[in-house]
Every structure is written in C-alpha cells, then in structure tokens.
C-alpha cells in the first residue's frame, strides 16, 4: 500500500498546488481577492487535496483499475472512438445530467437527485470563481447602473443593473438554494416514509449529507433576506454561520457520501467495458454449455480475483469457478447440502466428484465438510 500512497500523496499535493497557483494567477497576484473568504480558500484547498488523494487511491485499486485501463484500451483502439465515442456522449447526457439511472428507481428520487445535483452545480458554478477571484464585476465609468463582467481580469461584457440578466446573475445562489432545499425535502421524505430505505440508512451517510445542504442553503437564504428586506439585520451572525456550514461541509467532503460525486464519471469507463463485452465474444458455462457472460470479462474477473489473492481456481474442465453459470453454481450448491443430507454420517460425508470440483474454496470446503 505504501507505493499506492506515496502516488495518491503526489497527485493530490500537485492538483493543489496547481488550484493554488490559478488562484493566485487568477486573481491578478490576489489583487482581486478577497481577504474575508480566506477560510473558504483553504478549506477548498483541503478538500481537492482529500478528493484527489482518495479518487486516486479508489482508481488503484484492482477492479476499478481495470474497467479504466480496459475502458480506455477500447476507446483508443483503432476504430474505437468512432464505435464508443457515441455511446459515452449518450450516456454522458443521460445518466448525468439527466440522472437516468435514478429516475428509473422511481420518480421521488429522481427528482430530489436532479434538484440536489443541478442546485449544487449552479453554486459551485457561481461560487468558486468568484471566491477565487476569477470572476468580479466593476461599475461602467460614467454610467452606475451598468456592471462589467470580468474573467480572468479580462472584460467579458456588460449588463443592466435592472435587467433581466442582471437579476437572474446576482440571484443565482438563490435559486441554487431553491433548488438544493426542494430536492433535500424530496430525499427525506423518503427516506423518513420508505421503509426499505429506513431499514438500511445510516445517519453519517444518509441523513448528515442532506442536512449540512440544507444548512448551507438556509444559511445563504437568510443572509440574502437579511440584507434585501431586514436592512442587515443579524447580517454578521449569518454570514458566520453560514461560512462554519460551508468549511465543515468541504473539509468533510472527501470522508463521507457526497464523495461519490467524483466517482461517478469514472463510471463511464464501466459502460464502454459492458457494450464491448456484449458485442464481443461470450463465455460459455463448462457444465451446461451456455452463454452467460463475455469472455472478456469472465478472463478479467479471474485476473483480479488472483490479484485480491482469492483462489477459486479448480480442477476438471472448468478450471477455474468463474466458468460456471449463476445457475449451474445455485444448483451445485444444492446439490451439496442434498449430498450432506444423505451422503453418510457428520464428518465423512460422501461429495460427487462433480460437487466437489466446484467447492474447492476453504469457504466451501467447510460447508461440505460440516
């Protein structure tokens, strides 16, 4: 694990470093920064550094090696970007920014997926850059009631104070937040209904998440209020309190749930390994001759399991347990607790050779030998 570290270790000081330096170039050699939101800065620095650390170390292990080593071998393969390239695009739009795969589980956690995700992007859309200094807006000289968008010190345009754009750009985080709340509600409504899903939550990962965005989101509301209709009433305290949620929130990020954020796109890898497998060549099971999985990836399980250090390997014509169909080895099973039933007295069991070829794991061994 040490040269696993030692790689993870390096990936995430670099990321951080380069954030820290597009901050400072960024900025104008923080001449545009703010002083007051040092604390966001070095909680994010955190965060990246705990991200990158874990997504790297998450990458280097076996399964997950492979399905990006082969998803990026079958992309690069001659002719494979026309073949797969499509197919990424699709699944890039569906399954992320459409977030199919949650809708089709049933439409409440759905739309509280959708909302969460797309109220969170918004934020981090608006938020970063301008607490980094990338983005800021300056007065028109002359003319009070126009801003100027820079990005990257460069002027990108202008607007009307009044207009509608100019509504819809200062009130971003307010309907970021909208958004984050109205999804929050959605996701613990049912997870406080669902019974299925009360029965396997847990607080640190199911209900902290929500409840540090719904704090964030409140937090920022409030100051928006508070400065808008209460003339800054409490504004202080607000602000305070509303920076406490958000530096918990990003130091926590690389240890709890919402981790999985950064490793979903990874996920794409595992979409191009399964349309190649089903249009490539099909393993077939060595008991009853039929196809079951692709060759591909009954040859690539092998190889990680020798990798993990499990050893299923057996002897007989399948030679390994992976060869065998999800059915054969239910019905093998069976058939060795039916052998231990009526195969003789407790501890001298007699087993089929046929069952025991397929029971050859210490795990299994047990069983028949009980």
């Known amino acids: 694990m040490m040269r696993e570290r030692h790689k993870a270790t390096c990936a995430g000081l670099a990321v951080t470093l380069v954030l820290a330096v597009l901050i400072v170039l960024g900025s104008g050699n923080l001449d545009r920064f703010d002083a007051a939101l040092l604390g966001y800065t070095f909680a994010t620095l955190f965060a990246v550094f705990g991200v990158t650390y874990r997504w790297v170390m998450w990458l280097q292990r076996p399964p997950t090696a492979l399905y990006w080593r082969r998803g990026r071998q079958l992309v690069l393969q001659k002719g494979g970007f026309r073949r797969h390239g499509l197919r990424m695009l699709r699944r890039l739009v569906a399954d992320f920014a459409g977030n199919r795969f949650i809708w089709r589980r049933g439409w409440l956690r759905g739309a509280a997926h959708t909302c969460i995700m797309w109220g969170c992007i918004l934020a981090l859309a608006i938020t970063f850059p301008l607490v980094f200094g990338w983005v800021h807006f300056t007065t028109v000289p002359g003319d009070l009631q126009r801003y100027r968008l820079h990005i990257f010190g460069i002027a990108a345009g202008e607007f009307g104070i009044a207009s509608l754009f100019g509504f819809l750009t200062f009130h971003g985080l307010v309907w970021s937040s909208l958004l984050v709340i109205v999804g929050v509600v959605l996701a613990l409504r049912r997870r406080l209904r669902d019974r299925g899903a009360a029965a396997l939550q847990q607080f640190g990962e199911d209900f902290l998440p929500l409840l540090l965005l719904f704090a964030i989101s409140v937090t920022g509301l409030l100051l928006t209020i508070s400065y808008t209709w209460m003339g800054g009433y409490a504004y202080e305290f607000l602000a305070l309190l509303h ?86 080895r239910r019905a093998l099973v069976c058939l060795a607790h039916a052998a231990l039933w009526t195969g003789g007295e407790r501890g001298r069991v007699s087993v089929p050779q046929e069952i025991a070829e397929h029971v050859s794991h210490p795990v299994r061994r047990e069983v028949v030998s009980l």
């Open 243 to 328: 920076a406490a949620t958000v530096i918990f929130t990003l130091l926590w990020l690389p240890f709890g749930k919402l981790f999985h954020i950064f490793m979903r796109p990874a996920h794409l890898a595992v979409g191009v390994y399964k349309d190649a497998g089903r249009q490539g060549e099909q393993a077939f099971c060595r008991r009853c001759h039929a196809a079951f999985a692709s060759q591909m990836h009954v040859e690539d399980l092998i190889t990680v399991e020798g990798e993990l250090g499990y050893r299923y390997e057996i002897e007989g014509a399948a030679s390994h347990y992976q060869w065998i169909c999800p059915a054969c």
